[in-house]
């Protein structure tokens, strides 16, 4: 009786989304956390709301440009150090390949797998694809995992950007009498919605999420203001 051909179970998981969610939660949450504090700190030094408004959309350009340009540096110094040490494995498995076929059998049986079995596993995936084995069961690095300087500078430059937006929004909008507690409000309520957004994508805690999202950007607001009022009746 012939063996059936085994089945593929598909499963949906969300390590792929980690490099492209960090970086825009992370955009997001600077844009809607840096533009609300400092036209709260303007605000607070006595500025009028046409002067607000400038500072806000300058800080909009500034941030996403530096978010963009750090961003694009940080994952770019990752992906050298980790196509450094792919070349550097590639050397030793062309130069020690029975010591590399060993140090792989031995990460397999300390994973739980008899001795034997392990060294025939590893056999077979040095046939098979030597590098790919080691990079991804000795050095930890995976085509999921791996870094993207590009993809992480767009979406930190867009997500900020369109974080910044949102209090700019306001304040364009809004009265000018009480602008402050409109960019406020709006802002913290923008930071949870962004949290519970954050976390439902990555599949952790909504309320958790929006509550550590919301909790520091009302703290960074805060002291802004305060330090804006302070510097407004001094000068």
Excluded: C
């Excluded at 110094?77 to 070349?87: F, K």
């Excluded at 390949?97 to 049986?109: K, S």
Aim: proline letters at 3%.
């Amino acid at each position: 009786m012939p063996k059936k051909p085994l089945s593929r179970h598909l499963e949906r998981h969300r390590t792929d989304r980690i490099g492209w969610l960090r970086a825009a939660v992370l955009g997001a949450n600077d844009g809607i956390v840096s533009t609300a504090s400092l036209v709260l700190g303007v605000a607070a030094a006595g500025a009028d709301q046409q002067a607000i408004l400038v500072a806000g959309v300058a800080g909009l350009m500034a941030g996403a440009m530096s978010m963009a340009a750090g961003e694009y540096v940080s994952v770019h110094s990752q992906a050298d150090t980790e196509n450094a040490e792919l070349e550097r494995e590639r050397l030793e498995i062309e130069q020690h390949p029975l010591a590399e076929h060993a140090e792989l059998a031995g990460i397999y049986a300390a994973r739980g797998l008899s001795p034997e079995l392990a060294r025939q596993v590893a056999e077979q995936l040095m046939v098979h694809d030597a590098l790919g084995a080691h990079v991804r069961d000795e050095l930890g690095i995976s085509d999921t995992l791996s870094a993207h300087p590009v993809q992480a500078a767009l979406a930190s430059a867009s997500s900020f950007a369109l974080g910044a937006a949102l209090p700019l929004a306001v304040i364009a909008l809004a009265p000018a009498r009480g602008l402050t507690a409109w960019v406020a409000l709006t802002s913290l309520v923008f930071l949870a919605l962004l949290g519970a957004l954050a976390a439902r994508a990555g599949g952790a805690s909504l309320v958790a999420g929006a509550w550590r999202v919301t909790f520091w950007g009302a703290l960074a607001m805060a002291i802004t203001a305060g330090v804006g009022a302070l510097f407004g009746a001094v000068v």
